[in-house]
Structures are given as structure tokens and as C-alpha cells.
């Protein structure tokens, strides 16, 4: 897909373009707080906003000097403590005129706050509470999203966080520059708690984008672009796709691999391993490694060709580098060729940072059994064997796996839990003997059973007839000829079925119903899944074959609850499949190990959670309110010379000496004072040469 169309830039030239608005010709101070200034270096650096006429960068929470001179723009968060900090900057009068961009909206109470500050201020809304991951990637990293939603004793706090949501999901609308019609996840199952979560959040999103729409009137901006989709799904809309093991490289790696996930992505590692100049280094991955960029959707086995075709395609057109008899047929050998190339350093640390995750996959990859477990796993997530058909002994060679030593105790619950979905649920006892024959500790059940809180029924009691519930998407699956290399690949989430539906106008109104009929009737669909447009009578013959980039539909989805790296890959691959910029919004990244222990959570009190907001909230720090220092004071003068005439002689005290007197002089110990003279009528006697003496006191022989 072209990388062209990106929300990093849309986040990138919003904040910028803000900036310039305020600031035009003058220069100013940039104040921001640590929230807004983690959400600007997200998208922007240092030196773009340097160039826009910007003299400093401070942070509001910091002590700063008054600067009565300049003017100041800031960019804060709408937090109480940090309102508060600009209204005490407001009244010391710190900057001579003064703006604000605040990140998300400022409620009714920090607005009458700000209102009531000694200085008015000119304050507007910038809107840009969000952390673009990938060019099509957004996340507002927001872990605790997963049990607010889903863990009944945060029912008090889930309302404001969906408002939250709401405002985060319009944010990014209104940074795309879209106003777009939105449809929601509805499950059939309304016997959960969090089943009308979607429809509650669609609707906030929708009045959210109303009252933008009131705030400014030229929202959305003139285009030949489709008008866009915004699709509301949840956690509970697929189960299996955090369970499941994905063999393309970035679901693989954020799986095995310990990558850390904080203001940036990164991968630890050693750099020039086997040389002088080793060193250990914390590698990023994002959209600036063109090298991760190309090869994270690609499966497993065809990054390794890729990495290694590329690299022996450098060989050959740097031949005076490299030792032509060195094999680069493995991946340990070209990683050993790297560090002998001390002149392409960039290159080098790409392509080392890469093949070290490669071939570290691989090697848990092979001694965890991973191909065994996926297999059963597919055979589970499907429903379907590797000829299609309904499998037989599942049970019994799931158990063989619960049995080998190989299989680690996070493989194993994986496969507990996809069996019981697979199952539809078990009976309380065939769990814990589950538990029991894989060796896994009794509390793990928790997570099993907390499964119903995402609409899950993960038990039921014995001879219990259960109607099983309708597939949401279904379909004839069928073995394909192309099927034999990727038969560990044959699950696919529910996202993909999901747009597939939306492009081919069949997703279904009644489980994804819209938040206010279309206007135009539904024609727009019909004109999206035959690839017209109707904003041109041109035929269809007189276009190019692929809509340019500035006119392509955008499709946003949100998932509420997490989402996976599975999904991302599958947004980004029916993007290029459909000619469309589908983006995939999240409160958070779900890895496998994360999806466990959140299961966990929704059974725990509130109190032992951690939410942010049970935590001490932050407060003013002590510096404003210090006294001011006091202004230096001014030096004193010397005191004037005594006037002409003034000056008596000392004779009080010249006619109280004796000569015998052992006063001081008055110059005694002064370097370079002139000794006094001799008593009158005595001659001054000859200084003696002192004689010579050795280092032990003895005479010199003359």
C-alpha cells in the first residue's frame, strides 16, 4: 500500500499547522506538560518545531524563569492540576500574551477555571489525544481500557471512560478530516454485560462529531474523497485472534520475542556482536526502518528469503567489501558478515536487528513445538482439519501436547482456553482436570471462566443441550491448492470478515447497524462494492486503474478492548487488496501473554486493579506557590574621599610610640611593603649571609 497517506503526518502537520497559527511572524516560548509532550514527540521532532518560529521548549511542571517579554503558546492536557499550573502562570503575569492548545476537550469545570484567571487567554481546541504507531496504526495506550470495560465492580467509572474513548476516536476523525457514517458491532448474545458497549460508544462518538461539526462550520474539509466508514467492534466480536499463534514477523515477534512497548518500540539487543565495538542497544521499530516497514506483514519463512535474498543482492553490487567465499546461506553467517562492515552502519544495524529477531523466532519456534501447537490450534480456531473437515481426536491430541515437556505453560492455557471456545463450553470438572493433567496452577481457571465476560460460555452443566449460536461471518471454506504451505495460517480474525462484508455491501444491519440512517439511502454502498463512484459521471473506463491516493475512501475501526497484530496486518493487506486507507484504532496492542493476564483482571475488585484514576492524582507542584526570590540589591558606592583640609595628623598616637615598641607595623605581612626606616642616629647594621647548611643541618666544606 502506498505509505503516502499516513496518520503519523496527519498527527505531525496538525500540531505543526496549529503552532504556525498562533504564532505567525512573532516568536514564542513552547510550554507543554508531560502528557502533551510524550503525545507531540510521538509525531514530531525537536527541530520542526524549532523552525516555526519557536525560541524555547519548557515544560509547565518545571520551574521556569518569568519571562514578561515574550510571548507564550502552550500545549497542555486537560487535567485539573495542570489548568490550575497555567492559571497561577496567568496571574504572575510569567509571559506577556499568552495561548493554549489543549490535547482533548476541556470540561465545563476546567473551563470556568481557566475563565476565572486574572489574565484571559486565548484558548482553543487542538484535538490530538492519540499515538499513531504506524502509518495506519493508532493506539491511545490504554491498558486499563480492558477491565473498565468488561470487569462489572468498574461499572462506576466505565460511563466516563466511554466518554473518553468517544472524544479520543472523534479526535482522530477530525485529524483525518473525516465526518464519516458509522455502523457498531451488536452482538445476538445480549446476555453479557459489556453486549451494548458499541452501540453506547457509537453514539457518543457520533454526537461528538455533531458538535465539531456546529464548533466549525467548514468540517469536514472540501474533497473528491468518499465520504468514509467508522466501524465500532469489541473484544467480544472474536475471542480466538489474541489466543491464536500468527506466523507473519510482527505478530510473531510481539508473541516471542521480549520487544517493549513504551514511548517507543523497542528491541534489545547487541550491536557488532564479536567486536571491539560491541555495545548493547535499546533498537526501535517503527514506519523510519523501511527494512521492518516491508517485511512485518510477510510470513515468517518469507522474511527470512527476503532478508537474506537482500543481503546477498548487496554482496553482489558491493563485491569490494565483502569476502566472496564467506556462505551467505544462514542466517548466523550474514549476521557474522555484518559486523565486519563497519561501513554501512545504518544498513548494518537494520539488517542485524532484523535477522537477530528472525532467527531468535525461529529458535523458540522449534523448541517450544510451535508447529505441533498450531496445528491443533488451527484445527480449533476453525473447526476444520487440515482437509477442511470436521476433525476427529482433537481431544486426544490436544492432551498429547498438555503431556510434553516442550510445550511451555503459557502454550498450554492458550490451548485449554481455544478448546473451551472451540467446545462452546465444559463442564467446571473437565477444566480443572484439564489444568490438572497440563500441570498449570487451579487459579488459572479464573481465566477461563472470566470469559463470559466478553460473551464467552466457557461452562455449562452436565448434560446440558446448548443451541449453539450462529456464526457471525459465515462461511464456506473450502481447501485451496495454495493451502499446502500455510496450512498453520488458516485461521482468519474476524476484522477480515468484517470488511470484506463492508466492501462487498453483505455486512449485515442487523448486527452492524448505523447510528443515524445513510442519506443517501445505502447508494454509496452499492456504488463502493461495484467500484463506482458517485461523485463522477465520468465511466468507470476513463479512470486509472487505482484511485490516487489524495481520493482514496478511508475506513476506520476501532476495537474497543485491545487489538492484535493479527488485525493490523489484515487492515493493511484489505487496504491494498481494495484501494482503500483502512486504519485500525485501539485503546491498546494485545499480545498473548497481555490478553492473559487482563482475562484475569475481570474477576479482581476494583481496588487492587490499579486504575489510574484510584490513584493519587497529580498535583500543583510546590514551586508556585514558592515566595519569589527577592531582586538582587544593588551595589553600594565607596564612601567619598574626606574633603581638602579635613585630614588632621596622628600626632596623639605618633607621641604615644616608644622605640622599644612592639606594636605591628602597620604594612607587616603585606607583600611588597617597604620596610620601615631605621631609629634616627643608629647606622643600620649589615645583613649577615646566613651560611649554608646541608640538608641535615651540617656545615658546607669551603
Known amino acids: ?119 484571559k487567554i486565548d484558548s482553543r481546541p487542538l484535538l490530538i489525544d492519540f499515538f499513531p504507531r504506524e502509518s495506519h496504526l493508532v493506539s491511545f495506550k490504554d491498558p486499563y481500557s480492558f477491565p473498565i470495560l468488561y470487569n462489572p465492580s468498574c461499572e462506576a467509572v466505565a460511563m466516563p471512560h466511554l466518554d473518553a474513548l468517544a472524544q479520543k476516536i472523534a479526535a482522530v476523525c477530525i485529524t483525518l478530516g473525516e465526518y464519516p457514517k458509522i455502523r457498531f458491532f451488536a452482538p445476538g448474545n445480549n446476555e453479557y454485560r459489556a453486549s451494548a458497549l458499541c452501540g453506547r460508544l457509537a453514539s457518543l462518538v457520533q454526537d461528538e462529531l455533531d458538535a465539531y461539526k456546529q464548533f466549525k462550520g467548514d468540517f469536514p474539509p472540501q474533497t473528491t474523497r468518499p465520504q468514509g466508514y467508522l466501524l465500532i ?117 537494520a539488517y542485524s536487528l532484523h535477522l537477530t529477531m528472525a532467527q531468535d523466532s525461529m529458535n523458540i519456534f522449534q523448541r ?129 470478515h468484517m470488511l470484506e462484508d463492508l466492501f462487498n455491501n453483505v455486512l449485515d444491519p442487523a448486527t452492524f447497524p448505523f447510528t443515524r440512517p445513510p442519506a443517501d439511502g445505502g447508494a454509496a454502498d452499492t456504488a463502493m462494492a461495484t467500484g463506482q463512484s458517485l461523485r463522477s459521471a465520468a465511466p468507470r473506463w476513463a479512470s486509472a486503474n487505482r484511485r490516487q491516493v489524495e481520493n482514496r475512501q478511508r475506513v476506520i475501526v476501532f476495537m474497543a478492548g485491545g487489538a492484535t497484530y493479527s488485525e493490523a496486518r489484515i487492515c493493511y493487506e484489505e487496504a491494498e487488496k481494495r484501494n482503500r486507507d483502512i486504519y485500525l484504532v485501539s485503546s491498546h496492542m494485545l499480545t498473548p501473554q497481555l490478553y492473559l493476564r487482563q482475562l484475569e483482571d475481570l474477576s479482581m475488585d476494583r481496588r487492587t486493579l490499579g486504575l489510574p484514576m484510584d490513584r493519587p492524582q497529580p498535583k500543583v507542584p510546590e514551586h508556585f506557590y514558592a515566595k519569589p526570590k527577592p531582586p538582587p540589591q544593588p551595589m553600594q558606592r565607596p564612601a567619598a574621599p574626606p574633603a581638602a583640609g579635613s585630614v588632621h595628623p596622628p600626632t596623639q598616637a605618633m607621641g604615644a610610640m616608644t622605640i622599644n615598641s612592639g606594636a605591628a607595623h602597620p604594612h607587616a605581612g603585606v607583600s611588597g611593603a617597604r620596610p620601615p626606616a631605621p631609629p634616627a642616629g643608629k647606622p643600620e647594621k649589615p645583613v649577615k649571609e646566613k651560611k649554608k647548611r646541608n640538608l641535615f643541618g651540617l656545615k658546607k666544606s669551603s
Open 1 to 119: 500500500m502506498d505509505q503516502a497517506a499516513s496518520i503519523v503526518k496527519e498527527h505531525h502537520d496538525a500540531i505543526i499547522n496549529a503552532i504556525k497559527q498562533v504564532v505567525q511572524r512573532d516568536w514564542r516560548i513552547l510550554i507543554v506538560d508531560d502528557v502533551s509532550k510524550k503525545i507531540i514527540d510521538n509525531s514530531v521532532k525537536e527541530d520542526d518545531i524549532l523552525d516555526v518560529n519557536i525560541a524555547n521548549i519548557q515544560q509547565i511542571e518545571e520551574p521556569r524563569d518569568e519571562n514578561s517579554g515574550m510571548d507564550a503558546i502552550y500545549i497542555l492536557s486537560p487535567r485539573p492540576h495542570i489548568v490550575e499550573c497555567l492559571v497561577l502562570d496567568l496571574a504572575k503575569g510569567r509571559y506577556r500574551n499568552s495561548a493554549v492548545l489543549w490535547t482533548g476537550i476541556l470540561g465545563r469545570e476546567l473551563k470556568a477555571r481557566l475563565a476565572a484567571a486574572p489574565q
Open 368 to 496: 517450544r513445538k510451535l508447529p505441533d501447537v498450531a496445528s491443533v490450534e488451527q484445527t480449533l480456531a476453525t473447526g476444520l482439519d487440515e482437509d477442511y473437515k470436521k476433525p476427529k481426536n482433537i481431544l486426544e491430541q490436544m492432551v498429547r501436547l498438555l503431556d510434553d515437556e516442550a510445550i511451555t505453560w503459557v502454550e498450554r492455557l492458550r490451548l485449554i482456553i481455544i478448546y473451551v471456545l472451540y467446545r462452546d463450553g465444559v463442564i467446571t470438572e473437565d477444566i480443572d482436570r484439564l489444568l490438572s493433567h497440563a500441570a498449570l496452577q487451579p487459579n488459572e481457571k479464573v481465566k477461563i471462566t472470566n470469559l463470559q465476560r466478553l460473551g464467552a460460555r466457557p461452562t455449562r452443566k452436565l448434560k446440558e443441550e446448548r443451541k449453539p449460536h450462529p456464526p457471525l461471518f459465515p462461511r464456506t471454506q473450502v481447501k485451496n491448492p495454495g493451502d499446502e504451505d500455510n496450512f498453520l495460517s488458516r485461521f482468519e480474525p474476524a476484522v477480515k
Open 233 to 349: 467492534a469489541d473484544r467480544s466480536m472474536d475471542l480466538m485472534a489474541p489466543l491464536v499463534h500468527e506466523f507473519t514477523y510482527q505478530a510473531m515477534a510481539h508473541d516471542l520475542l521480549p520487544i517493549k512497548e513504551g514511548d517507543k518500540v523497542t528491541f534489545h539487543m547487541t550491536v557488532n556482536e564479536g567486536t571491539p565495538e560491541a555495545e548493547e542497544k535499546d533498537m526501535e521499530l517503527s514506519d523510519k526502518d523501511k527494512v521492518w516497514v516491508e517485511n512485518r506483514h510477510r510470513h515468517m519463512k518469507d522474511t527470512i528469503e527476503k532478508l537474506m535474498s537482500d543481503f546477498q543482492n548487496f554482496i553482489k553490487q558491493n563485491p569490494n567489501f565483502t569476502n566472496q567465499t564467506q556462505d551467505t546461506t544462514s542466517l548466523n553467517a550474514i549476521r557474522d558478515m555484518l559486523a565486519g562492515l563497519p561501513q554501512f552502519q545504518e544498513m548494518k544495524e
